[in-house]
């Protein structure tokens, strides 16, 4: 049997931060990923996606991206990054190796991988398959039930779906994407909201990304009470625009309240439209006052943006808000669902896991000795689950492993006294 000290398993960017760290530590490990390196960002993504932040924001300390620095890099720049920087680093990545179990070797310390190349016996073992696993669906509509039904990770382009129109369920960064790229392709679109964030893409010539860098948002270590769950509607498509639902709907886009039930062909609403946007509105111009705060206390000379203060009448669609909707009559072709995903950690056989499947830890640190996650939403704070946040986490964790080798290396008094007699 294969034997190695840290078996890391996923070779995105969680997995490739935590080969970095490793190495620089002096630690033997192994990074197996089933696919390619970043498959995630190549085939399980559409195909006009783009990060959420400016290239000179999210990426690792130690590489820079080849496009300009305020731009946001396409998904295929993104996988092609985490190629580069494997090489860079020279990390030991095993491509097209799929791990199927982890389990606890019995009287000693470590865990037996099962892979598809056989088996790995390793000391520690740190999950770094990120936030995007399975994608979760409401049971909502039944399986059987007409239209189509697609959940965002399978959507690739308009040209995909069937004729008709389209409902999106879903009003996130996903959500929302998506369903503007399906109406500037000559779609009717439905696209149904819960509560949500919607900050400024840039305000008074700084990025958002900047501004929560500033304010110290970044660095929050764990969701307010409540908004665990709370959707973000931000987007760095078409250059990087601030998301404005009540512009969409001038354009043509229906809203609608949160997706209620469904019923014979139809599908009910709730009545929650209005205050959702209301509440996203008040999310934003708290942006923009703390925003104004900071530049007016550190004296920073940034344009004044007044327009930006300006909230669009609500469209029809808001004050006369559909509760229900009787798809084959509205010609709705497909439900695309962007609601998200759930963690899928069956192949770990460990007593580390929630009720709903969440690993139990301390900053990525297992209750099971020896296995780690990396990439976890909040996993230490608000950025953990993006691309710079996760090399941070990555590093704290390879400290932890480095910590407990050293632990282990220490022989003792008692052991020396036994030996000298």
């Known amino acids: 049997m294969e034997r190695t000290d840290t078996v890391v398993v996923g070779g995105g960017q969680a997995g490739i931060a935590m080969s970095e760290h490793l190495g620089q530590q002096g630690i033997p490990h192994i990074v197996l990923e089933r696919d390619r390196i970043a498959e995630r960002w190549r085939t399980g993504r559409w195909d006009s996606l783009v990060a959420n932040g400016p290239a000179w924001h999210d990426r690792f300390p130690n590489r820079e991206f080849a496009c300009d620095a305020d731009a946001f890099p396409d998904k295929e720049s993104v996988a092609d990054y985490f190629v580069a920087y494997a090489e860079q680093i020279g990390a030991p990545v095993r491509t097209g190796v799929e791990v199927r179990e982890v389990v606890p070797l019995e009287g000693r310390a470590g865990f037996r991988v099962t892979t598809s190349e056989g088996e790995i016996e390793a000391r520690h073992v740190v999950a770094a398959t990120g936030p995007f696993q399975r994608p979760a669906i409401p049971p909502v509509v039944p399986a059987d039930a007409a239209p189509l039904q697609m959940h ?152 004044e943006e007044p327009d930006a203060r300006v909230i669009p009448d609500d469209p029809d669609c808001v004050t006369n808000p559909i509760l229900e909707l009787d798809l084959a009559e509205a010609g709705v072709g497909t439900i695309l669902w962007a609601t998200g995903y759930a963690f899928d950690f069956g192949w770990i056989r460990a007593d580390a896991f929630d009720e709903r499947g969440g690993p139990i830890h301390q900053r990525g640190v297992s209750k099971e000795h020896g296995l780690y996650f990396v990439g976890l939403p909040w996993q230490t704070r608000r950025g953990s689950s993006f691309i710079w946040g996760v090399w941070h986490d990555a590093k704290f964790i390879a400290d932890q492993i480095a910590i407990q080798r050293s632990y282990m290396a220490y022989e003792g008094s008692a052991r020396r006294v036994t030996e000298d007699a």
């Open 152 to 303: 965002s990770n399978a959507y690739r382009n308009p040209d995909q779906l069937p004729d008709g129109a389209v409902l999106v369920v879903g009003g996130g960064s996903s959500g929302v994407q998506i369903a503007e790229e399906l109406m500037s392709a000559g779609r009717k679109v439905y696209l149904s909201m819960g509560p949500h964030d919607r900050p400024p893409r840039r305000y008074r010539g700084r990025d958002n990304v900047w501004w929560l860098g500033v304010l110290g948002k970044w660095n929050a270590d764990s969701p307010g009470p409540g908004t665990e769950h709370v959707t973000i509607a931000v987007s760095g498509a078409a250059g990087g625009q601030t998301i404005d639902f009540r512009k969409l709907a001038n354009r043509g886009m229906t809203l609608l309240g949160m997706t209620a039930g469904y019923d014979a062909g139809k599908i009910t609403f709730a009545p929650d439209l209005k205050d959702n946007l209301d509440k996203g509105d008040a999310n934003y111009l708290s942006v923009l006052d703390e925003a104004d705060a900071y530049i007016a206390r550190h004296g920073l000379d940034l344009p």
